[in-house]
């Protein structure tokens, strides 16, 4: 007696699991759906196209606008360093002292009794003729372009004088 009542309890789990086997295959089935295949890239698969093309023109636009910012302001940067060299500096603090004590003997010639009536400078190209008349100083600048300008400085107002003294 035994015995058939371990073959029935093993009968009726066997039979237990075969239903749910079968319940779950039958409801795997209604919940499964069709397999298709779509590419993800819009390349392949033209849907959205136009923006992937888009995209890519964007990028490569930038990608190049970089490269030529980066170029430019490698070659800002090297000229920079160049003009803060010392003999640079040097340079610079010179020709500016050069043309500081170039026009204080241009003036003091124009405006001193025994500096003489007049003359001309030739300055990178540029010519600058001055004439003391007597009456008023005279400067004519003649570019390099061609343009001349004029500028007359009356003897004896503003404090300026060629022969007597000045009076305040």
Not at 36 to 58: C, M, Q, R, W
Not at 93 to 111: G, K, P, T
Request: net charge negative; glycine share 6%.
């Amino acid at each position: 007696m035994k015995r058939k009542n371990n073959l029935e309890i093993f009968c009726n789990i066997f039979c237990y699991f075969c239903f749910i086997f079968i319940l779950t295959s039958f409801f795997s089935k209604l919940n499964a759906d069709n397999l298709v295949f779509v590419f993800k890239n819009p390349a392949f698969s033209g849907i959205g196209y136009s923006a992937h093309v888009l995209t890519v023109d964007e990028q490569e636009r930038t990608r190049k606008a970089k490269i030529v910012e980066d170029i430019e302001s490698a070659l800002d940067e090297a000229l920079r360093e160049a003009e803060n060299t010392t003999l640079s500096k040097f340079i610079r603090n010179l020709e500016s002292r050069v043309f500081s004590r170039l026009s204080q003997d241009l003036a003091e010639s124009l405006f001193d009794d025994s500096g003489g009536s007049g003359g001309s400078i030739d300055l990178e190209g540029n010519t600058i003729h001055f004439m003391n008349t007597g009456t008023e100083i005279v400067l004519t600048i003649l570019d390099i372009d061609g343009v001349t300008t004029e500028i007359r400085i009356p003897i004896g107002s503003f404090g300026i004088c060629a022969d007597e003294p000045c009076v305040p």
